[in-house]
């Protein structure tokens, strides 16, 4: 009997590949996101912080 579930467990389907495929992905996406927070901030960012429009600075033209 072991022998029918030793055989089931070595054979892979598409599911099993995929899953083991989305997990290695959230494994590297994890470390470069743990890197990006241990550098601190990015000079894309930094760009952002400085020259992106706030909504308090926004004009909006209206007719009267």
Do not use: A, C
Not at 36 to 46: L, S
């Amino acid at each position: 009997m072991t022998k029918k579930i030793d055989k089931k467990q070595q054979t892979k389907t598409q599911f099993d590949k995929f899953i083991e495929d989305q997990l290695s992905r959230e494994n590297v996406n994890k470390v470069r996101q743990q890197k990006i927070i241990q550098h601190g901030e990015t000079p894309q960012q930094k760009y952002n912080k400085l020259y992106r429009e706030k909504p308090q600075n926004r004009t909006v033209w209206s007719p009267k």
